[in-house]
């Protein structure tokens, strides 16, 4: 169980290579799935034409009462599938239900291969399927329970069972709901409530109604208290006849028993979601800090820029005094030196009257200071 | 927000925000306490050298109370990206904020205000989108199931 497509992906690979190899293999192949069900792939070079499977696989068991092999009916049904290629080897392999031969030369060389392959890849899913038909179609041998059947319990994974009550117009399958975690619990409860919305609308008038309720259902009065605690609720399916004539049978008894599955493959499918957009969430907030960071790295750079340019103009405004004082105090000596030897002629009050009246005037310097911003 | 250095009085050579020890009355402010509602409030608690900002969060029903858990639990546990934010909410709060004066002298003050309101209405705006989100994914998911009957 626990698998949405009928036939098991890797067993089909298996069978697959095999008939199409040109020459014939060995193979022993054990495969595991679900922690529940087991195949035993064995094909010999010595004899080429047969490939035997054997599958084990939990059986559907009524509360208490586990069966240890399939039934006439069940096996009666398994020779129909894979038309002459499959063969039931009777008794089956020790620690399977079922051993199967197949002859790969008596599937026909075209299209159709590939469908025979998958039906006979399907067998487990067949198997099972089959059971919870039967049980469905024998519940009126039930005792009945103040005029109502009593309920059903089918158990397929020990911690999953469910209920099947039988009603004069319909049949009610009930699923008690439990998870590990309190968020999956609420998770799957706002599945639920869409699934009865969804249920309820006029479109889907023709899907089984669909009931979710925190509380045991009055038609699982009775029960045992272990089976009717949990903590994710019940979850009811109203199968009428519509839902279950000719090959839609097929189709809710295999949609009934993956119900577990199916709503436990939703819960931790959002979950992944959920982190997912929490990762893209927090790439986008980071950014925004980071843009407040770089934009203030930004104006600090330009800023340091000013600075410099004024640092650079302040030494060079230093600078220039200090040469200029230096230029000053060289000039004077120098000039005077230059005077005395040019002006031999001493005049009286001549020096008095040249420093008051023959000066050169002096210009404002073009060089000036400028305000930093 | 104005802050600004200020070494620990009763430790030598070290530097703590005083709003998370409150060991120095005279150091913090009084807190102020701005609420929409009794479900939403925002608390901020301000010292000389560091303040403090804590966010409750709107939770209408259990959906929007765990994915606000979930979503402001994975943010704090990343909470060196976002370099203001603490590690672990102030009890009865969602999510907190501590800003020091180092904060202050890294990044711009109106930056750093901008930011805080931002990440508040992002963390709604996600949050409602979650929800949203969520219940649309359950809608397609139910209705895939029930067209298996039909």
Redesign the interface.
Known sequence: MACFERASPALKDILLKLYRAEKPMEIDHQLYEFGSVQYHIQSSASDPHHTYLSISTPLLSQGALLPDKLSHATIEMIKGVGSNAVDIVEPAKEGYHLTLRLNFSKIPRDKDSVKVITQISAMQAVIISYQLKEMLQNVNSQVTLHGMHKPIKLVYHPREPFFVIRQPQKIIAVFPMRFKE??DV??A???F???M???SSQE?A???P?IWSPIPPPELRGETFEDLSTNGGFVSFDIYSR?VEGK?LD??V??LLNFYA?VKS?VK??RG???R??RK??E???K??QK??S??EEEEEQFGKDQDAGCNYMRKLVSLSKSKILKRRSYGVLSRKIKRIRFRIKIHGFGRFRRRWLRFPKFSSSMGYTKLD | MCLQNFPCQEVERHNKPEVELKTSPELLLNPVLICRNEAEKCLIETSINSLRISLKVKQAD??E???TK??LR??SM?AE????LRRKPVQGYDISFLITNYHYE???KH??I??IV??ME?IEK?IS??KM???T???L???E??????
């Open positions: 309190n968020s609420i998770i409860t706002a599945f409530q869409e699934l919305d969804v249920g889907w023709k899907a089984p669909c839902h839609r189709k809710t295999w949609s199916y939703h499918c959002t979601f959920i982190q957009r929490m969430r927090l986008s907030l980071v925004v800090l407040a960071s934009e203030e | 259990e959906l109370n765990i994915l979930k979503f994975f943010l990343r990206a976002f370099q203001v890294d990044m711009q930056k750093l901008d930011f931002q990440f992002d996600e989108e979650l989100s969520v219940n994914r359950g809608r998911v139910a209705t199931f029930l067209k298996q009957f039909i």
